[in-house]
């Protein structure tokens, strides 16, 4: 690896973790110009930003509205080297498909739990928000998800996980995949009382756990 | 002897009862259950749209031993679909929901109707209330704090980006919300509520950080409770979800009589380190939910034991905990005295 090519994959963490998102966008442009390896750019670059602004988060230094901001950074910056992108170093991914139980439309730790697993590497499925259980099950069996994640934010709508476990054990694919619940009033005693695979306090914690656990069940496989 | 009403009352004006009074609210705090439903004969989603049967169901729950007050409505959408964001009403379980975002940007504020008191849903709040008036038992009204009715008229992410890189725009719809939530609060209190509740889930320290509640959460919120004040006879309440740990200087900037809070937070800090508040909390939601009697009995004497001043849920309940729960709680602070 060149001097400037570290240089610049330097720059472009803190770039994203400054919020800075014109020269984001400049950083970027020069990458690609130098032809450096675009892979590189965005897990070494990006989302190792994305990563040091997580840790910013779970340390209390930053809070939603830097991680939004972030992440928006983070996304200009991808927006210039994803068309460089060679094809075969996308393949294979993992997929993860995310959504808000039915009955709760706040999506923001859910919104965030995307964000940190495609940086971790997932192709994310979003069903968004108020989503009945059935359709979590049908959409995973659809990609072939490894992951599916679960969020809600109140207490009167979190038995909606316990049924989409349920619900994936009749249709026989409860093994295939890993389960990982999170949200205001989730807990990891509630997470293991419904048989979920994890539960983490906040985004990027949950997303290395997703990371962890899919490894796991692919050696198990 | 105190009736429910002065117990309340002198309790939030921090003067020594016989024992703690136990109410949930109403509003984001939800109180409303199925059993009640059942025996009232009186079911979600119709009662959001209808006086008599808000009234029976709140009214129900109190004379069937559950939470000491009256309290409507039992959502957090009626300011935001009276500012014209549209809502799915819910089920017989589920609360009512905002299903879309009138504005797309911060600026567009300026195209969202002011409340009309009256006229749709918060007309049958204040018909509610008026309904429920009495000497005896303390009525609660409601609303919803200034950032989640924002965030429930524009979509939440975009609004948490806008704090930073719209400051003046935000603050300008800030007093607009803040505006109609005064407008409506006052209707509430007029028409014969006794205490002002407002409930702020999506404000909360842990999402914006001590800086930013600081300048977005506490000026109006504090603005409201300022301009209310004489009109909430017996007191006002807010009530902060989540980790508190952050922000506990800044919760002594509040202007309201109690702070009431989530059960992750710990009475015995926030004691510590909020001096000037009336402690209301904070039995789990979760647990009154899921578990039996004895232990809820036990969450609540706890919550007793570590120095509420006011015993309550940490949160809106779900409808599905029996009334059992809630009556052994309610038992619980009746007691609590003898001992």
């Given at each position: ?221 | ?61 109190y004379e069937n031993g559950g939470f000491e007050n009256f309290g409507v409505p039992f959502c957090m959408t009626i300011e935001a679909e009276a500012m014209g964001a549209p809502v799915f009403l819910g089920t017989k379980n589920t609360e009512p929901r905002v299903t879309d975002y009138p504005m797309n940007s911060i600026d567009e504020w300026k195209k969202l109707k002011n409340i009309d008191v009256t006229e749709g849903r918060a007309k049958v709040v204040l018909d509610a209330i008026q309904l429920l008036k009495n000497e005896d038992v303390p009525v609660i009204a409601n609303l919803t704090g200034p950032i989640s009715l924002a965030t429930s008229l524009i979509e939440p992410t ?182």
């Amino acid at each position: 690896m060149t001097i400037l090519q570290k240089e610049l994959l330097h720059e472009l963490s803190n770039s994203v973790v400054e919020m800075d998102d014109e020269r984001t966008t400049e950083l970027a442009e020069q990458y690609v110009e130098n032809k450096f390896d675009v892979y590189e750019g965005i897990a070494n670059g990006l989302a190792h930003g994305m990563d040091r602004a997580g840790k910013l988060y779970e340390e209390e230094e930053y809070y939603i509205p830097e991680l939004l901001m972030c992440s928006d950074v983070m996304y200009a910056g991808l927006d210039v080297l994803k068309p460089h992108l060679d094809y075969a170093s996308t393949a294979n991914k993992h997929k993860a498909v995310v959504g808000v139980v039915e009955g709760d439309t706040h999506d923001i730790g859910k919104n965030l739990f995307k964000i940190m697993l495609e940086t971790t590497g997932f192709e994310v499925i979003d069903l968004g928000r108020d989503v009945p259980p059935i359709d979590f099950v049908n959409k995973a069996k659809e990609v072939g998800a490894s992951v599916i994640g679960l969020s809600t934010l109140m207490t009167t709508t979190m038995d909606n996980m316990a049924v989409v476990i349920e619900l994936l054990k009749k249709e026989n694919i409860r093994d295939d995949v890993v389960v990982l619940v999170g949200g205001g009033p989730i807990s990891q005693s509630y997470a293991d009382k419904i048989g979920a695979d994890g539960y983490a306090p906040e985004a990027s914690a949950a997303a290395r756990l997703a990371k962890e656990l899919v490894k796991e069940l692919k050696k198990s496989a | 002897m105190f009736t429910t009403k002065q117990r309340l009352r002198e309790t939030l004006k921090g003067n020594k009862v016989d024992r703690p009074p136990c109410i949930c609210p109403g509003g984001m705090m939800n109180m409303i259950i199925e059993d009640i439903m059942d025996i009232t004969s009186s079911d979600w989603p119709e009662a959001h749209m209808n006086a008599k049967l808000m009234v029976n169901l709140t009214k129900g729950l109190y004379e069937n031993g559950g939470f000491e007050n009256f309290g409507v409505p039992f959502c957090m959408t009626i300011e935001a679909e009276a500012m014209g964001a549209p809502v799915f009403l819910g089920t017989k379980n589920t609360e009512p929901r905002v299903t879309d975002y009138p504005m797309n940007s911060i600026d567009e504020w300026k195209k969202l109707k002011n409340i009309d008191v009256t006229e749709g849903r918060a007309k049958v709040v204040l018909d509610a209330i008026q309904l429920l008036k009495n000497e005896d038992v303390p009525v609660i009204a409601n609303l919803t704090g200034p950032i989640s009715l924002a965030t429930s008229l524009i979509e939440p992410t975009i609004y948490y980006k806008a704090l930073r890189k719209k400051p003046k725009e935000v603050h300008e719809f800030m007093e607009f919300i803040t505006k109609n939530l005064i407008a409506f609060g006052k209707a509430q209190l007029k028409a014969g509520a006794d205490v002002l509740a407002i409930s702020d889930p999506s404000g909360t320290g842990e999402i914006l950080g001590p800086k930013m509640f600081k300048e977005f959460a506490i000026p109006y919120l504090n603005k409201i409770v300022d301009e209310l004040n004489d009109f909430a006879k017996s007191g006002t309440i807010i009530h902060i979800c989540g980790r508190l740990k952050g922000i506990y200087k800044e919760l002594n900037d509040l202007h309201s009589d109690a702070i009431s809070f989530d059960s992750i937070t710990s009475i015995k800090q926030v004691i510590e380190h909020v001096d000037n508040k009336v402690i209301m909390g904070n039995v789990s939601t979760f647990a009154l939910e899921k578990n039996t009697p004895t232990s809820v009995i036990e969450s609540a004497k706890n919550c007793i034991r570590q120095g509420v001043n006011i015993l309550s849920p940490a949160c809106g309940i779900g409808t599905k905990t029996s009334l059992e729960n809630i009556q052994q709680m309610v038992l619980a602070a009746k007691e609590s005295f003898q001992s």
